[in-house]
């Protein structure tokens, strides 16, 4: 109810601000002579559409079309960087060319001159790249001429809707070079609608932001036996469980160095290139590529410089998409890495044991040093009693466990949630 109650809030504002924008468009005049005409009719539309994104979120695409047409942009681009984890998490438009957005979401953001000029400039205050990036510059400028003049685009225009302690939001409208940059009429159109798309991204923001605590629960990650790292496809550690904190602890076959999973070289190039393909299929939706990104791949990793010639580490993997919509339209998705490592893997919880099928202290030692890939006869050697006596022991825990072989109740015992408040 409170939800619905600051909707509805939300809402009624947004019915007012509409109404005010209304009056204010009758009363002017349209513009004529210029690339665009302010009319009243598709500038309402757009507002109408801007505050309908809050309902539903796949509205957006239908604003992006809309806007395009009326100020003749080329593309429209949103981003969102995820302020926490350092790193863009949302990338949604219209007219992206898909291996271009890609390559801009996985490298060339990060020398984007244009990106660099926004973070100091004020929230809402646009930038109009050919008054800030001259063509000498665009000339020697590796981002305009590696990445944005290939691919036909030159002018933007770009304001930065959000920006608080958790994320920034930037909308960037583009134009080719052929087209020259917007319009006076175009600016002002952009600018008239700056703050209604401001107060709809305010209102989502937490779709522009990996929603780990959404996909995997942040209690149930912690209290997973097996060591899991969540992190972008590029690597960068959005959250580690108390496994995995100890785990690095134990081997250097896996790393986080400045916030980067990292793995020795060749498995670390194999795990980036397959995490980078399969995010570029999930962006074209079909119940087959999300199926395929759902299977987990599987490392077996070994290091050389190790001082341990037997030391192995499996990593498992997949990626998470937040739902059909968004790993298509924006959010970017997660991979969960999952590692198994035998020299540190968490030992079979014995209190756990004792509670779940009250076996004694003595029953509960041969059931731990059993899932520890013992026998019978070495258990006994270990703890100093008969060879019968373990096998007695064996035959009451099959009993309480309702297990009948060894097998069975091994399989039994590796699948025992952990004690979160031991380990």
């Known amino acids: 109810m409170a939800n619905w109650a600051v909707y509805s809030s939300f809402a009624e504002k947004a019915r007012n601000v509409r109404q005010v924008e209304y009056s204010i468009i009758r009363l002017e005049p349209r513009r004529h002579g210029g690339a665009v005409e302010l009319g009243e009719t598709p500038y309402d539309r757009l507002v109408h559409q801007i505050y309908d994104t809050v309902s539903d979120p796949e509205t957006w695409h239908l604003l992006y079309a809309e806007l395009a047409e009326l100020i003749g942009a080329k593309t429209i681009h949103l981003v969102g960087f995820d302020k926490k984890h350092n790193a863009l998490s949302f990338s949604d438009g219209f007219n992206l060319l898909p291996g271009r957005e890609l390559g801009y979401i996985r490298r060339y953001h990060r020398i984007d001159p244009r990106l660099s000029t926004l973070w100091s400039r004020p929230v809402l205050k646009w930038l109009h790249c050919h008054e800030h990036f001259d ?144 995010e570029a299929h999930l962006r074209i939706a079909s119940a087959a590529v999300h199926a395929d990104a759902a299977r987990y791949r599987v490392m077996r990793i070994q290091d050389d410089t190790s001082p341990f010639p037997q030391d192995t580490l499996y990593a498992f993997y997949n990626l998470i998409a937040p739902g059909e919509v968004s790993a298509v339209f924006g959010l970017r998705a997660i991979v969960m890495l999952i590692f198994y490592h035998p020299p540190s893997a968490p030992p079979v919880d014995e209190d756990l044991l004792a509670a779940a099928f009250d076996l004694t202290p003595a029953e509960c030692r041969v059931a731990h040093f059993l899932a520890e890939g013992m026998s019978p006869k070495e258990i006994a050697t270990r703890i100093g009693v008969q060879h019968d006596t373990v096998r007695k022991q064996l035959q009451s825990i099959y009993q309480k466990t309702a297990t009948n072989r060894q097998p069975d109740l091994i399989r039994l015992l590796l699948h025992l949630p952990g004690n979160g408040s031991n380990h």
């Open 135 to 278: 063509e000498e510059f665009v000339r020697n400028d590796p981002f305009f001429q590696e990445f944005l003049l290939p691919g036909g685009r030159r002018y933007a225009s770009c304001v930065k809707l959000v920006d608080d302690e958790t994320v920034a939001v930037f909308f960037t409208c583009l134009r080719s070079l052929e087209q020259g940059p917007f319009s006076p009429d175009a600016v002002t159109i952009l600018e008239r609608l700056t703050p209604h798309l401001a107060r709809a991204a305010r209102f989502q923001v937490q779709r522009f932001v990996f929603s780990t605590d959404a996909l995997v629960g942040h209690a149930l990650v912690n209290r997973w036996r097996q060591p899991v790292i969540l992190a972008s496809t590029e690597g960068d550690v959005l959250r580690l469980n108390g496994a995995a904190e100890r785990l690095l602890q134990t081997t250097m076959m896996v790393r986080t160095n400045n916030r980067k999973v990292t793995l020795p070289a060749p498995f670390q190039q194999r795990f980036l290139e397959d995490c980078a393909a399969t």
